[in-house]
């Protein structure tokens, strides 16, 4: 649904032991250069002892995969054997020709049959707010709840579990996908005994029951509150469930979730970064989420997860950057000796297609309304043009053709003909035009598209939100292929379930599995395509691309094993495929 960009009723201070500030264990303020040095300079000096001592005990591989077929998307297609040293790749071949590196201490795995790629990275999810749902709220969106029947049902079963007076709380739910919105009496029938609270997947709605509006202390008589927050009222003009924006959902929050701690911050990205690990992913980004002074406990905090993470602040935290920039920081180098690495800066350019407020060139469909961008073209410009003058990259959320018009004209006045900072994006540039595809290219800038929207709203874009001939043009991957432009992949998590495999598999056939319907059919792109969209072309739009992506002589051992071969089933079937194990840095995160 793409409102994680900018969603931000998680990090509200209320929320919060200590304020937002101290999410993950700083209480507030930056840390100082002086703090920060020290500890990238512990840290490395600390890693460069253990590695020689490691290369002077022994010369062979201290891992070889054998047994099965190894796509390494560098050299030949397929290899049989692929040997790490020092969680880097020491080498990629035939199983006979890399026997040669088994010692006795070399750790031996049997592929039996299976698949492995590169490490497959989501290169736009919000980590941070994505985990605090995975961890404190119930799922009850599409993905585990495809039909109303089976959501009313799990809710009721919810409610007979639940002892009476406590919070039913749910989150994830798509009103376009799940039946449209509940009724006050419709959550009123699944307990008067329990408030009652579901979050819709779009981040700017919820609805609620009487037991929730009576301990939220909601009056019936209750107007706009400050910040825009308001509650829905039906034909009668009384109360109806629904509650819009964030400060009114604030009134509900602070009774469910209490205060999180950093402890709480701590476990919920590990448990949802091993939750990552098992859909098969090795790195997350997050664009614009993370705030400058999460850094250092993050990077701290990023050893003891299942998979790499990186991040981008936001433009109007650009300054906390100050003390990390140099030494390739904010440009893809990891923070210290951690699996933590910053890319680029973030600016979120216009809002959702799917609530009309991704601003367009031409009205939606049955409207007159074409959105409106964030930000006045000038100002835009103004910020991109900031950014450049740190040296580093722009990610900038445009979802409507106008914003993408107004972020290329910034980028091309800030940037041209200037090299070195890195990969500028456009993230989801989901309504592109045939013409700015080919601008991106002479710009060198890429997009970055949520190929979920097709998945689960191609439909309703075709039907509801764009008409047949503009939707068939969304999320414009084939366009890209045909222009020479490498595009990349993502979930926008937690806007769309995570998983590579059903980005893969959308990207190839095009599919909307709300109705089955192949939309735009013209923009299918090729299996190798898709998968250089979710390892080697998101490594480089991660400032990565020379340690991560392929699998070649030593870049870093991140490697994904399928149960599967993608190349040996239909591609509708690429979603359905069992991920076997991750690995990250030659170390084994996940197995099945
Ligand atoms: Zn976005
Ligand atoms: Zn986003």
Partial sequence: MCQGCFNRLFLRDELHSGGMAGLLGRAAGLPTRRAFVAYSVATASALTVGSASAFAADEGADLILRGGTIRPLAGSAVASALAVKGGKVLAVGDESALSALKTSST?????????????????????????????????????????RERLGAHLKQKAAETPKGQWIVGSNFDNLLQGGDFTLAELDAVSTDHPIFVWYTNGHDACVNSEALTIAGIPGDVGELPGGGHFGRGPDGKLDGMVYEESAMLKFAVHFLGKITP?????????????????GNTMLHEPGTIRSEWIEPFAKLSNTLACRTSASVMV??????????????????????????????????????????????????????????????????RMVAEVKALGL????????????????????????????????????????????????????????????????????????????????????????????????????????????????????????????????????????????????????????????????????????????????????????????ETWVKGERKFAA
Wanted: proline share 6%.
């Fill in 107 to 147: 750790r031996v795995v049997d592929l039996a049959g299976r698949t492995a790629l590169p490490g497959l990275i989501d290169p736009h999810c919000h980590t941070l707010l994505a985990s605090l749902i995975f961890e404190l709220l119930d799922d009850v969106g599409y993905a585990k709840y495809p039909t």
């Fill in 393 to 580: 990259p722009v990610q900038i959320h445009c979802n409507g053709d106008y914003t993408i018009d107004i972020a290329l004209d910034a980028i091309e006045a800030a940037y041209a003909g200037s090299t070195g900072h890195g990969v500028n994006r456009i993230e989801h540039s989901t309504m592109a035009r045939p013409d700015q595809i080919l601008r991106m290219k002479a710009l060198g800038v890429q997009p970055s598209f949520l190929m979920n929207h097709v998945r689960l709203y191609g439909a309703a874009y075709r039907d509801q939100i764009f008409g047949t001939e503009r939707a068939a043009f969304m999320d414009p991957a084939g366009a890209c292929v045909k222009a020479g432009l490498p595009f990349t992949l993502h979930t926008d998590g937690p806007c769309s379930p995570p998983g590579p495999l059903a980005l893969i598999s959308t990207a190839v056939t095009r599919r909307c599995v709300i109705d089955n319907s192949v939309v735009g059919p013209d923009q299918a792109v090729s299996l190798d395509d898709a998968i250089r969209a979710v390892t080697i072309d998101a490594a480089r739009q991660l400032g990565q691309g020379d340690r991560l992506g392929s699998l070649e002589k030593g870049k870093e051992a991140d490697f994904t094993i399928l149960e599967t071969d993608p190349y040996k089933v239909s591609p509708d079937a690429i979603a359905d495929i069992k991920v076997s």
């Fill in 263 to 279: 402890d709480v911050a701590a476990k919920a990205v590990a448990d949802f970064t091993q939750h990552i690990a098992s859909v």
């Fill in 316 to 381: 109007d935290d650009v300054k906390g950057l100050a003390p990390y920039l140099g030494r390739g920081l904010g440009k893809g180098a990891p923070v210290g000796d951690s699996l933590f690495s910053l890319y680029g800066v973030k600016i979120v350019g216009d809002g959702s297609n799917q609530t009309e407020t991704g601003a367009q060139t031409r009205p939606y469909l049955n409207s007159s309304a074409k959105g409106s961008p964030n930000f006045h073209p000038a100002e835009m410009k």
